[in-house]
Every structure is written in structure tokens, then in C-alpha cells.
């Protein structure tokens, strides 16, 4: 089945090449997005003008052409071929980490927006006795995105760096994306089965002159295995905090959440918390501290294992709101709990699934997203799962393997 609103676009090449491509074929989705949250961006359009902010933008490009340089060239090529300036693609990229300078900056230690109303709700089952091997997840963000939002297949070819000194990897994925943004930070599969969602976590600080979460998320895409994606949170020092959630299709004993965030009292270190969802019948050991629950887990938008070493910013009220609901609905057991969780909206003021006929907040539920590893699809709804459980897209992921 095919959607509408939500477009396929298909890519092969370098990276650059690719996301040339993309900037081609999305300008001017990304024109839309922008324009039609002006009266948010123009105050970071006009901060990345300062010279605070030219300089937070430049340390964090001078650590990402050290480290991922393939991927700015994929923000270079998303510039060059939608014919946006630069300099807004980089806030685009670099949202989380400008908006919250920004507001330090200005003071605003009391943010007057609720930070916590773009962020994601995800729920990971893992469960023997309904035969259930899922990653559900809403993506939210600005209403801005809800008409140009979008997936990408790529298929990406390796390009050599430095002198011919590194080569970046070859990837093949399929991602959701926003409109002017590198994809990772929504969710995606790639092809050695690494099936991953974001959320989005609120750190009350920026650690300049590291990596962007844009750039650590696009970097999952490419990742084979556990032990690789260890070492990439382990080696990637992040400028802002974030939640992966995923799994490996290969590997059904357990399913995957890390809260990740800059450690200020080490250099170029992450604080982070890793967690395994196994089902009641694996027996797992703790392995380095690493937490474990079973059958299921389901996360929000603020820090639940790293809150005692992370001071997170004051208003995620929606976040703490979707928390408690979710407590209230009980136990997760099967695909059908999982919709009925994701498409209430209970709490009129901060809903889990989030539309857009409400004025006073500027967020809604882009999409929900289904990734069944056992059947190997990936489904996607466009209304609420709750209310319409007929998927508006369905990818089958063998074809990503083959």
C-alpha cells in the first residue's frame, strides 16, 4: 500500500550524491516546513547570526568533519540540492542543541513552552506468552512536519576520506525523516536488521564542541551489531541527550533502550544507561550494570535511569503526563495494548497521541509506526492506531535484505 501524505523516495549513491538527491526531490517540502514554523525559527535563525552562536555551530562542525565527515556531506548535499542556505539546514540538524543554547543564553532557565510536547513515545514488547516481538512508536514533533515528513530508501555507497586514509561505511536503510534533516533521529531499519526509534530527552545544558544527536543517530543506520553499536554511544561524545530504542532482528532474545547523555565532568565522555527487554523465559545476566526488565518496556521523553546525574530542564510536563497514563492504562501484552496505549488521549492537555485541532500547542502525532520482528514488516499509520487500525503503508523489510 502506498501513502499519500507520507512519500517513498528511493536514493543510491555517495552520500553526497544522496542526499543531493533528496534536497532535490524534498525543496520544497523543506521551504514549507520552514515557512510554516517561521515564528519559531526565525529567532534561531537569527541566533546562529551572533557571534555565540556562529561559534556553537562551528565547534560542533569542526567535530563532525573530524569524526563523521561523510555525514556532513550529506548536510552539505541536503543545502546544495534543495537550495536552502546553509545555515538553516544546520539549525534544522542542530535543533535540540541551538534551542536550548539559546534559551541559557537568554536566561530562560523557566522555559515558558513545553519542551516536552514534540517528544516521541515508544513501547519495546518482548513476550513468549502472546507470542509478541515489537518496537511501537509515535512519532510527534511540530505541526510543521505533518505534511512533509517522509521515507527515504538508500542504498549508499562507500566514499574515501582523508587521503584515502578512511572510507566511509556502505549503508542501506529505510528512515523517516524531516523535512531539511539527515535521517536518524525518527526511525528505521537498516540492512543488517538494526531496527531503531529516537526519543527525544531534555538535558538542561549544552556540552559545546561535541557531536550533535543528529549526527550519533544518523551514524545507527550503519551499525551490524551489539558490540558496534556499544562502541559508537562509548566513542561518539554527544553534545545533547537522547533515547535509542531497537534491536537487532538477527538476535530475538531481547530487545535494546540506552538513555544517552553528555558526562560535563569527563572529557568527551557520555553518561549512559543501557537496558535489556527480555521475555520471562530467558535467563540474562546483568552485565556491567546493565538494567533488565521483561516482557516490555515503554519510554517518554525524560530521563527514567540517568535522572540522578542528568538535571533535566524543568518543563516535560507532557512528558511525566504520558508517563503516568501509561501507568494508569497497565500492563503491556500484546499489539493491540500497545495501540490502545499510543492512540489515547485521555489527558486533554497533554494526550499520548496528539492531533492537530488543538491552537495552543504547536505539536502533533506525525505517524505511528509498527516494526514486527517476526513477521518482518514495517507499518505505518497515518490516524490514530486506536481508532483505524488499517496501516496506510506497509514495507516489507525482506526486501531491505536482500
Known amino acids: 500500500m502506498t501513502s499519500n501524505r507520507i512519500q517513498l523516495h528511493r536514493v543510491k549513491g555517495t552520500h553526497y550524491e544522496c542526499a543531493h538527491h533528496i534536497g532535490q526531490l524534498t525543496r520544497e517540502s523543506i521551504r514549507q516546513r520552514i515557512a510554516n514554523d517561521l515564528a519559531y525559527l526565525s529567532t534561531l535563525f537569527t541566533f546562529i547570526l551572533t557571534e555565540y552562536g556562529q561559534k ?20 552539505r548535499g541536503l543545502a546544495d540540492g534543495s537550495q536552502v542556505p546553509l545555515e538553516q539546514i544546520l539549525v534544522l540538524n542542530f535543533l535540540n542543541e541551538t534551542r536550548t543554547a539559546y534559551r541559557l543564553l537568554e536566561e530562560q532557565k523557566q522555559i515558558e513552552n513545553e519542551t516536552g510536547e514534540q517528544g516521541c513515545t515508544t513501547v519495546l514488547i518482548n513476550r513468549k506468552d502472546t507470542n509478541t516481538l515489537s518496537l511501537l512508536h509515535n512519532e510527534d514533533h511540530s505541526s510543521a512536519l505533518y505534511m512533509t515528513g517522509y521515507l527515504i530508501e538508500a542504498d549508499i555507497q562507500s566514499s574515501k576520506y582523508d587521503n584515502d586514509q578512511r572510507e566511509s561505511p556502505n549503508e542501506k536503510f529505510i528512515a523517516y525523516c524531516y523535512a531539511g534533516v539527515i535521517p536518524g533521529n525518527a526511525f528505521g531499519v537498516n540492512v543488517h536488521g538494526f ?9 538542561n545544558f549544552v556540552a559545546h564542541g561535541r557531536l ?108 511525566f503526563s504520558r508517563w503516568k497514563r501509561g501507568r494508569e492504562l497497565g500492563e503491556i501484552f500484546d499489539i493491540n495494548d500497545a495501540m490502545r496505549l499510543l492512540g489515547d488521549h485521555d489527558n486533554e492537555l497533554f494526550p499520548i497521541f496528539r492531533t492537530s485541532n488543538r491552537s495552543d500547542v504547536n505539536s502533533v502525532t506525525l ?19 486506536k481508532e483505524n487500525n488499517q496501516p496506510t503503508l506497509i514495507y516489507n ?6
Open 212 to 319: 550533535p544527536r543528529q549526527i550519533v543517530n544518523r551514524a545507527l543506520l550503519s551499525i551490524r551489531n551489539e558490540e558496534e553499536l556499544d562502541q559508537l554511544i562509548r566513542s561518539s561524545p554527544v553534545a545533547y541527550g537522547f533515547c535509542i530504542n531497537g534491536g537487532f532482528i538477527h538476535e530475538k532474545s531481547h530487545l535494546l533502550n540506552y538513555e544517552i547523555g553528555p558526562n560535563l565532568d569527563e572529557d568527551n565522555q557520555n553518561y549512559i544507561s543501557k537496558c535489556r527487554i527480555i521475555n520471562s523465559e530467558e535467563n540474562f545476566d546483568k552485565i556491567n550494570g546493565d538494567s533488565i526488565v521483561r516482557n516490555y518496556l515503554i519510554h517518554y521523553n525524560h530521563y527514567e535511569r540517568l535522572d540522578h546525574v542528568i538535571h533535566q530542564q524543568k518543563a516535560l510536563e507532557s512528558s
Open 367 to 385: 505517524c505511528t509506526v509498527h516494526m514486527n520482528f517476526l513477521t518482518l514488516e514495517l507499518r505505518i499509520f497515518q490516524t490514530n492506531p
Open 397 to 402: 523489510l525482506r526486501e531491505l535484505f536482500l
Open 195 to 203: 531496527v531503531c526509534a529516537m526519543n527525544g530527552l531534555y538535558p
Open 56 to 75: 556553537l555551530h562551528r565547534d560542533f562542525i569542526e567535530r563532525i568533519r573530524s569524526l563523521y565527515p561523510w555525514y556532513w556531506d550529506e548536510i
